[in-house]
């Protein structure tokens, strides 16, 4: 099988092996929810980039380079960060060369603009047609788009206390914006009259579909699919908060201040 | 929070005393709340009398009653009186801004001059939008004004300018309001209040400020565009230069959408309201019902071209949006079978709220369901433009909202007037109104089935629908007496009706701990939340079912209330934009009054009272630990974000569409506007130090700092104005082609938001050269305007990438 990337091989194992030996040097163990997560995490990687879905994305279905990039942005990055535990973490991010850039990097603002900067970026008529022309550029951009990935969703899923989640309703108003620029690109693209990426007119198209009807498809997997996702997400997060919030306890919030309010 | 030194002990209502220059200058959201009432009742009569006289002269086949030209303009504002000017107002400023501080357990909104200035510059814009029938030029391009109609060569009058400019200026109130109360929500919560906890109805209602901030942008763009191509011979909806008229669709359905459920949100909350209190029960599923309503907001935001499906876009995209919108039907009927599942088993008490809701219950599902398939392009293409839509949404927006806010009516009444509404009428008004609907729009449905168009205003004898039409002119009839009976029950009981006390439903709410009509500081003590339906839980313990009698709230000293005060100048900055507005349409001589008068009174307002900023309000702090106004702020920015999204946008559609030059691949000089970027950006590194000296209380580095930020702003504009005069010399002006007027427009408006932070900036530095400052905690107003700034900086980049970087790297 020749679309058995050995780059592909070697990284995923690379991060299962690293897994599996932060676990057995530290001696603590991880819930099965969280080695499901990771094994998950691995998983999606493997199957955007080695199956079906890379080896048609060689062959100039678009379709399926969206579902590669939506899995490896929007479906990996989740069950990564799930996966992962504060204790894996912390020595990573926050030792004194890291710590300054991954506060900044996970900042839900710079989070949420620069994971969209890379959307908007990527799907620019020349840079799309580069990477699918060039493999260092494609492999460049994969590995840049799960990095954004895990910032776009560390605000949602962190694992650590240092760089936290945002609260509920801040999550789910990020995913609600997180809407509008997924639509912004995905529009054009679908609404698009004539093919935007020339590669894609350059052979045939598997099963004879048309290359026009190709980009239509993607871009509503983008803005519709992905969307749907997301917003699935969003309900998810929402009856966590619903549960959390435990809505009639006794003990108030903010009792500082209202023992202020009491003395007066 | 603003606060005066003014203590209020006397628990006398908020609708005593000051007089009529007292409601003039109010800051009190119940009396603003009563004004947008009293409003909003005086445009429904004006809507309902156009409704009237179009159904007199559809009641026979060729009708000579109104001519063409009357019909057209009576259509037209009967669709935006009702929508602009009574559903969304009424739910918006009357029950939002009466409820949502009383229903939080909060003094007032977080804004409270704010509040007064929307409501100035929604009446003036309301006027304005009406001014039109006084010359005989009322708007007459139907409520969604389609582009190539509204354009000058078809309607050359002044009827669409007022349409513009009314809509414009109401916009303008709409979104302060939608600011100033969504950070009333997020930030003056009881102690307590979780969103979990928070009634259903403010859910409802944040929703939909939410819409608002978000949706109000694209339309005030359209309307910019529009004005800018009847004053300035532009071309933004022109296909002779290249455009397209859809733009305007676009525009406007992506505002047009959500809007509709701007109007409905606040009707759902009533609902939400009215059915556990008169069922005895709590809200059955709450989590899932205020999920539901955020998923309304969610998706209402991605259906817009569900209205557009006879334009032809094409197979894909009407399977997409027929796909979406369909998906709303989801969290609608959650909605539904949890308002039945709460009165499943309760003890019902059949009061007109709670006939209302019923009545509600059934009207909307019927509007959802026709809806359902219309939402079917093949069916929509049958249905488009036909009586049948007609009927549609006057089932979701007379028979689902308006039934739901009178049932709101009825049911806060007592605590706006503290005197009940009469029952025995109650139900006259609720059955005449019920019938009269039915027979008014239900008929519609068969006529828009057998081909009777929308927005003619005479049909032949002969094709079976004069029987239908004068059933619907009888049922219309039907109506307006009902809602004359509704006056007489509010001329009746005003003066005479029951005293209501303070809870006459027995309600669940904050809003029924205090008196009705309550005082005007509202909460004498600020209440402690301890759970949802947090006043049903205090009067009757912690155990379902209530068996134990209310206990009486115990009593506390009172604290001093610091109470917002009154202000003139909210009144006169909408005078002022008002007057711009007018000045711009009709006498050019007094847009200049009006822009002093509107700057002048904002820097006035800004520093009126000494006391503004310093933490005085003792009660508790804000709920998120945010600062109030930086909230504010924020929610200011995310609307402001889609407002310059949609001028971008506008931009990348039109870009490489132009028939003439010069274009951005001939005229763009990268080298200079790279150099004004880097100053810009320079500008924001040095507003965060002029933010930090001011944080450590160091005025003076305070001030340098502000004072090189504002010549870097100014140099930022120096350059700009250069540009702009080497491109006019150049041959590019505003009507040149579609690249001049994207361009200048976007960075026009840029150039104006930098414009205006540095008058905001210059204001700041010469309070602190006058010792402003020296109060502690003021340096907010700085970090404020700091937050503004940075934004219109971030707005920079993004444009500066879209026009200038893209060309050069298209050259390279």
């Known amino acids: 099988m020749e679309d058995l990337h050995p780059s592909v091989i070697i990284g995923v194992l690379a991060l299962a092996a690293l897994y599996i030996g932060a676990v057995r040097a530290s001696g603590r163990r991880v819930t099965p929810f969280q080695a499901a997560a990771f094994a998950g995490a691995l998983i999606v990687m493997l199957l955007a980039l080695c199956g079906p879905i890379d080896e048609l994305e060689d062959d100039r279905l678009f379709v399926a380079h969206m579902a590669q990039h939506l899995m490896l942005c929007l479906l990996m990055p989740p069950l990564l960060l799930l996966g992962l535990t504060d204790w894996m973490v912390r020595p990573l991010l926050l030792n004194r060369w890291v710590r300054p850039a991954a506060r900044l990097l996970f900042n839900p603002l710079v989070a949420f603009l620069g994971y969209n900067a890379m959307l908007v970026a990527v799907h620019g008529p020349r840079l799309y047609d580069l990477m699918c022309r060039d493999d260092a550029v494609h492999i460049t951009i994969h590995l840049v788009m799960m990095a954004a990935g895990v910032m776009l969703w560390w605000p949602l899923f962190s694992p650590l206390r240092e760089l936290p989640r945002l609260n509920y309703p801040a999550q789910i108003l990020y995913l609600f914006l997180l809407l509008i620029p997924m639509a912004a690109v995905a529009a054009p693209i679908s609404f698009a009259t004539s093919v935007i990426y020339p590669w894609y007119l350059e052979g045939p198209h598997p099963f004879g579909i048309a290359p026009l009807a190709d980009q239509v498809a993607g871009g509503l997997l983008m803005w519709v699919g992905a969307g749907f996702y997301v917003i699935c997400v969003a309900t998810l997060i929402f009856y966590q908060w619903a549960q959390r919030d435990d809505c009639d306890d006794p003990v108030v919030r903010r009792t500082t201040d209202l023992r202020a309010a009491k003395s007066h | ?812």
């Open chain 2, 1 to 812: 929070m603003v606060a005066l030194p003014k203590e209020i002990t006397v628990e006398e209502s908020y609708l005593e005393g000051g007089g009529l220059w007292g409601w003039l200058t109010t800051t009190d959201h119940k009396r603003i709340g009563v004004l947008y009432g009293l409003t909003t009742l005086v445009f429904l009569l004006i809507g309902g009398i156009e409704a009237l006289l179009m159904r007199i002269q559809l009641a026979r086949p060729d009708n000579t009653f109104l001519s063409a030209h009357l019909y057209n303009e009576m259509f037209t504002m009967h669709g935006t009186t009702m929508i602009f000017l009574v559903v969304m107002p009424v739910g918006l400023g009357f029950f939002a801004n009466f409820i949502v501080p009383l229903q939080i357990g909060a003094r007032d909104v977080a804004f409270p001059r704010l509040n007064a200035l929307s409501y100035w510059i929604f009446l003036f814009g309301a006027l304005v939008l009406n001014a039109g029938w006084l010359a005989n030029v009322a708007p007459n391009a139907g409520w969604f004004g389609y582009a190539n109609l509204t354009e000058s060569y078809y309607s050359p009058g002044l009827n669409i300018d007022f349409w513009t400019l009314g809509l414009l200026i109401s916009g303008v109130g709409s979104v302060m309001a939608a600011v100033n109360l969504l950070a009333t929500v997020i930030n003056m919560r009881a102690p307590g209040m979780t969103f979990m906890r928070m009634p259903l109805f403010v859910w409802s209602v944040m929703v939909m400020f939410v819409l608002i901030l978000v949706a109000f942008p694209p339309l005030t763009v359209g309307l910019i565009f529009l004005m800018m191509d009847r004053f300035f011979g532009t071309h933004f909806y022109r296909a002779v230069a290249g455009a397209t008229p859809l733009l305007w669709q676009h525009l406007f359905w992506l505002f047009g959408h959500p809007e509709v459920y701007i109007m409905v949100l606040p009707a759902f909350g009533i609902m939400s309201e009215i059915v556990p209190t008169f069922s005895r029960k709590p809200l059955y599923g709450y989590p899932v019902m205020a999920y539901s309503t955020a998923l309304i907001g969610f998706l209402s935001y991605g259906v817009w071209a569900h209205h557009m499906f006879a334009v032809g876009m094409g197979p894909v995209a009407d399977s997409a949006f027929a796909l979406t919108s369909m998906l709303i039907a989801i969290p609608t009927g959650i909605k539904i079978f949890s308002w039945i599942a709460t009165m499943w088993g309760g003890d019902l008490k059949m009061k007109t709220p709670f006939l209302f809701a019923l009545a509600f219950l059934i009207q909307f599902t019927m509007g959802g369901l026709s809806g359902v398939m219309h939402a079917q392009p093949p069916i929509d293409l049958q249905q488009t433009d036909s009586y049948f839509v007609v009927a549609h949404f006057h089932y979701v927006l007379f028979g689902g909202a308006a039934f739901a806010l009178l049932g709101g009516l009825y049911y806060w009444w007592p605590k706006v007037t503290g005197r009940l509404l009469d029952e025995r009428l109650g139900r006259w008004n609720f059955w005449t109104i019920v019938i009269g609907f039915n027979l008014t729009f239900f008929p519609m449905h068969i006529m828009g089935a057998e081909g009777m168009p929308r927005r003619v205003y005479r049909y032949p004898g002969d094709m079976g629908l004069n029987s239908l039409n004068m059933l619907s002119t009888i049922g219309a009839f039907l109506m307006a007496f009902s809602v004359l009976i509704l006056l007489i029950n509010i001329y009746k009981t005003r003066r005479r009706g029951a005293v209501a006390g303070p809870d006459p439903w027995d309600g669940r709410t904050l809003e029924w701990s205090i008196p009705s009509p309550p005082p005007a500081y509202n909460f004498k003590n600020i209440p402690l939340v301890r759970a949802r339906d947090a006043f049903w839980r205090e009067k009757y313990g912690y155990e379902q079912p209530p068996t134990a009698a209310p206990a009486p709230a115990a009593a506390q000293a009172v604290e001093h209330i610091h109470m917002p005060p009154p202000s003139l100048y909210p009144i006169l900055i909408a005078a002022g934009i008002t007057m711009t507005g007018i000045g711009f349409m009709l006498w050019p001589r007094i847009v200049v009054t009006g822009l002093v008068l509107t700057v002048f009174s904002a820097i006035a307002m800004a520093f009126e009272y000494p006391e503004a900023g310093a933490e005085s309000e003792a009660s508790i702090g804000p709920a998120t630990g945010l600062d109030t106004r930086k909230v504010g702020i924020w929610c200011f920015i995310g609307s402001e974000s889609l407002f310059f999204a949609s001028l971008i946008a506008t931009y990348m559609i039109y870009k490489g569409r132009d028939l003439v030059g010069p274009t951005a691949e001939t005229i763009l000089n990268v080298p200079l506007t790279t150099t004004t970027t880097f100053v810009l950006l320079m500008s924001s590194l040095t507003m965060v130090l002029a933010q930090d000296a001011y944080r450590r209380t160091d005025r003076t580095w305070g001030l340098r700092w502000l004072f090189v930020t504002i010549v870097l702003g100014l140099i930022f504009l120096g350059g700009q104005v250069y540009e702009f005069a080497s491109f006019y010399h150049e041959g590019l002006t505003l009507q040149t082609n579609l690249f001049g007027e994207t361009f200048y427009t976007m960075v026009g408006f840029h150039g104006a938001h930098v414009a205006i932070g540095v008058i905001v900036l210059a204001v700041l530095a010469g309070a602190s050269l006058a010792g402003w400052f020296k109060v502690r905690n003021r340096d907010v107003a700085v970090e404020a305007a700091a937050l503004y700034w940075h934004f219109v900086d971030i707005v920079w980049v993004v444009i500066f990438s879209v026009v200038y970087l893209m060309r050069a790297i298209a050259k390279a």
